[in-house]
C-alpha cells in the first residue's frame, strides 16, 4: 500500500522570482534574473518523500533504485529525505502514486516551487527571511547525515525543509526557463524532455556549504539520469 503525502494547497497568484538581486560577491555558476509568474493554484507536500514512502513504493513495485538508500547508514532513519534518485526515478514514483490513488501526483513546477518556498513573503532571500540559514536549515554538513524531515519550523505556508536539507527536481527543463520565454512555457505540460538537456533542481541540500545556494531564487541543474546523496523530490499536484 502507497503512503500519501500531506498535501498543502497554494491559491493563485503572481510570484516574483528571482529576488532579491544576485549579491555581488556570489561566485555561484547558476546566476538569477527577476521575473513575475502568474502561478495557478496548485497543491505541494508539506515535506520531501521520505526514505520510508521511497523504499515502500521499491518494495511493492520492484524497481531498480539505488540500493545505497538501504545500505548506506546516513539513512537509516526512514525519517529522512530519500536521496540517489534521478528524475526519471521521481517520474516514476509520481506515475506510481497517481495509479494507486487516482489522484495527479508530479513534480513541483519551477515557478509553483519558489512561489512555495517563499511562504507569502515577497523579496526575502530565504523562506523565512533575510536572517542566515544557521539554525533553520540542515545545511553545510558535508560530512554528516540528512536530519530527518519536519527538523526546523514550517515556513510560512506550512512547508518543512523546503530550502536545505535535500535538492528537489522539478518539472522543467533547465533550457527551458534560462534560453526561453518562461511565462509562456512553464505550465505547458505537453512539452517532451530532451534527454540531453538537464532538468531543473532546487532547494540547496545537507552538504550545501555555501548559504546562497538556499536562497528561494537559486536554482541549478543535472541530467534527469543521475543519482547523487544530496538529490530527492517533493510531490505536487494541479487542484
Not at 37 to 54: K, M, S
Not at 101 to 120: Q, S, V
Not at 178 to 194: E, G, K, N, P
Request: glycine share 8%; hydrophobic share 35%; with cysteine.
Amino acid at each position: 500500500m502507497c503512503i500519501e503525502p500531506d498535501i498543502v494547497r497554494i491559491d493563485a497568484g503572481p510570484v516574483t522570482l528571482g529576488v532579491p538581486p544576485v549579491p555581488q560577491e556570489c561566485s555561484l555558476q547558476h546566476p538569477w534574473v527577476a521575473m513575475e509568474v502568474d502561478v495557478p493554484a496548485f497543491g505541494i507536500a508539506r515535506t520531501a518523500v521520505t526514505v520510508r514512502e521511497y523504499l515502500r513504493f521499491a518494495d511493492t513495485t520492484g524497481y531498480p533504485i539505488d540500493e545505497s538508500l538501504r545500505t548506506d547508514e546516513r539513512f537509516k532513519d526512514v525519517n529522512a529525505p530519500a536521496a540517489w534518485i534521478s528524475w526519471i526515478d521521481a517520474v516514476f514514483y509520481c506515475q506510481w502514486l497517481t495509479c494507486e490513488t487516482g489522484k495527479h501526483y508530479r513534480l513541483p513546477r519551477d515557478a509553483e516551487w519558489e512561489k512555495a518556498a517563499r511562504g507569502g513573503l515577497e523579496n526575502k532571500a530565504y523562506p523565512w527571511g533575510d536572517e542566515s540559514p544557521d539554525g533553520r536549515a540542515d545545511w553545510n554538513n558535508g560530512e554528516g547525515a540528512p536530519l530527518p524531515v519536519g527538523s526546523f519550523a514550517p515556513n510560512g505556508y506550512g512547508l518543512h525543509d523546503i530550502v536545505g536539507s535535500m535538492n528537489v527536481w522539478c518539472e522543467e527543463r533547465y533550457d527551458q526557463l534560462v534560453i526561453h520565454d518562461q511565462a509562456s512555457m512553464c505550465y505547458d505540460s505537453t512539452l517532451l524532455r530532451d534527454s540531453r538537456q538537464n532538468a531543473v533542481l532546487r532547494s540547496g541540500s545537507f552538504k550545501s556549504p555555501d548559504a546562497d545556494i538556499l536562497r528561494c531564487a537559486f536554482r541549478h541543474e543535472d541530467p534527469i539520469a543521475d543519482r547523487f546523496d544530496c538529490i530527492g523530490f517533493r510531490l505536487a499536484m494541479s487542484v
